[in-house]
């Protein structure tokens, strides 16, 4: 029962198994380098091939989000601003008033407009960080921060004209 049988090596049948197992290293390699390369393709294009989007080429467009006030809380936000010609303009919506947007401009990634009520005014600077543009607030008596995301085109300009025809054609 304690008999043992040694086998030779067999050259021929380990120089199969050595080529069958380079062959399957090759594959894995290649896909691996592979992976490697799209993975920094990726990174080296930016945050468009990850999820996110750059900053806007065309600002004009509806935006919602909050303002935080140092008086009045979390204050809900709708900006709607698009060109008139050369010039930014539009309108922002709060639960404490509307206010009209004047003297804006879009540079390098950034807003700057002074937002105008009949009796009050504030400017607002906004810089577009992860999808979104954050920043701040000083006036209306107050200063914060402001977040705002866009949320489609803007709202279409509603002809306030009064006209004098009133005939049934």
Not at 12 to 40: C, D, E, F, N, Q
Not at 138 to 153: C, L
Request: no cysteine.
């Amino acid at each position: 029962m304690g008999d043992h049988i040694k086998l030779k090596s067999n050259e021929y049948a380990r120089r199969r198994v050595v080529s069958a197992l380079r062959a399957h290293l090759h594959y894995v390699l290649a896909i691996l380098a592979g992976s490697i390369l799209v993975w920094w393709s990726s990174a080296a294009v930016g945050p468009n091939v990850m999820g996110q989007q750059g900053p806007p080429s065309d600002i004009a467009g509806r935006y919602e989000g909050f303002a935080e006030s140092k008086n009045y809380g979390r204050v809900p936000l709708v900006l709607d601003i698009r060109h008139q010609g050369s010039v930014i303009v539009g309108s922002l919506h709060t639960p404490l008033g509307d206010f009209s947007i004047n003297q804006a401009s879009y540079t390098k990634a950034t807003l700057v407009f002074k937002a105008e009520s009949y009796d009050d005014e504030g400017i607002i600077t906004v810089a577009w960080k992860n999808d979104r543009f954050v920043g701040e607030f000083d006036g209306f008596g107050d200063k914060g921060s402001v977040e705002i995301h866009r949320t489609g085109p803007p709202a279409p300009v509603v002809e306030t004209t009064p006209t004098d025809d009133l005939s049934k054609d």
